[in-house]
């Protein structure tokens, strides 16, 4: 059985940073597109960034190019986002997500974590 659970949500200031992190049992994550989605309150989820399955390409949201990164460890069969410079209008639910396509759209993410909460305070 193919999971993600995410880790590293939590509270922190304006200009702040956190990592989050995603693990993958029941596969590889060599086999997938890993992306992060994000889903404020009152809103749809909203894509925020994906890396290829061969590492090679990043795909940013514009509201995070240049602040946010994802990576990710095949030693630890993970993916990450390390989030810079953190806005309010940062707070979110943020999902970890893995594709066996190519390009995905939402929908074509055939595997989502529960979700990690990150608070950015004014």
């Known amino acids: 059985q193919v999971q993600l659970v995410e880790s590293g949500g939590g509270w922190v200031q304006t200009g702040g940073s956190l990592k989050l992190s995603c693990t993958l049992s029941?596969?590889?994550?060599?086999?997938?597109?890993m992306a992060w989605f994000r889903q404020a309150p009152g809103k749809e989820r909203d894509f925020v960034v994906r890396?290829?399955?061969?590492?090679?390409?990043?795909y940013h949201a514009f509201d995070v190019r240049g602040r946010f990164t994802i990576s990710r460890s095949y030693a630890e069969n993970s993916v990450y986002l390390q989030m810079n410079s953190l806005k309010p209008e940062d707070t979110a639910v943020y999902y970890c997500?893995?594709?066996?396509?190519?390009?995905?759209?939402?929908?074509?993410?055939?595997?989502w974590g529960q979700g990690t909460q990150v608070r950015v305070s004014s």
């Open positions: 997500a893995a594709s066996r396509s190519v390009a995905p759209t939402q929908s074509e993410y055939d595997y």
């Open positions: 029941g596969s590889s994550i060599r086999d997938y597109a």
């Open positions: 890396l290829s399955r061969s590492g090679a390409n990043r």
